[in-house]
């Protein structure tokens, strides 16, 4: 079985792309999903975490998130501990979650592929892209947040032309190019019904 991992910089529509594979049949794995139900369910990383940040993140048992968010925010060191316990946590249960597919591939959706590494553990990796400034406006809509404060998460992410340096395929979500017939250029290939197609699939897209 193939492994497929998709990635890009936050308002680019990773989540928007692996839903049209899903449509088709296709399963995958939610890095952020599975970091929040670590998080919260996996108790030698409650552990850990209470551990490097103080027993009082969970309440009942249950993450005070908006606590956390605080400490992460007012402290940038904590951020380093918090991923430094986490995406070790998520790969490892990415790693079980791959085991258990049998479908002719499965994809991983992740922010972080080459910053944690994690990417040279794809058969191919997928970079999904977008103008920064639709990216933006994007993430204005949805978290309701200001210019200021989207650019500097954007500044702190791994730059998209970085990503698609490194990646072996590039899907653009510009609102522009439609992403139903790249999605099915790369799952052509990925079935084996089709032979590789160009990185910049929107070459053959409308």
């Excluded at 308002?11 to 929040?36: H, M, N, Q, W």
């Excluded at 990216?135 to 998209?160: G, H, M, T, W, Y």
């Excluded at 017939?181 to 084996?192: D, K, N, T």
């Amino acid at each position: 079985m193939l492994k497929i991992g998709i990635t890009g910089g936050i308002g680019s529509g990773k989540t928007t792309v692996c839903r049209v594979f899903e449509t088709l049949g296709i399963p995958v794995f939610y890095a952020d999903l599975a970091a929040k139900h670590l998080m919260q369910h996996d108790p030698e990383l409650k552990k850990a975490l209470q551990h490097a940040l103080g027993e009082n993140i969970y309440e009942n048992g249950i993450l005070k998130r908006s606590y956390l968010a605080q400490l992460l925010f007012s402290n940038p060191t904590h951020l380093e501990t918090v991923n430094s316990l986490v995406h070790p946590a998520v790969i490892r249960y990415g790693h079980q979650w791959m085991q258990q597919q049998k479908s002719p591939y499965a994809i991983k959706e992740a922010a972080l592929f080459f910053e944690s590494g994690s990417y040279a553990e794809m058969d191919y990796m997928i970079t999904v892209a977008a103008p920064e400034a639709l990216r933006i406006q994007r993430v204005i809509d949805r978290d309701n947040i200001s210019v200021e404060e989207v650019q500097k998460r954007i500044a702190k992410q791994l730059p998209e032309k970085e990503k698609i340096t490194r990646s072996d395929f590039v899907i653009q979500n510009d609102d522009i190019h439609p992403v139903l017939p790249q999605v099915l250029l790369l799952h052509a290939f990925f079935i084996g019904q089709a032979p590789i197609p160009p990185k910049f699939l929107t070459i053959h897209t409308p």
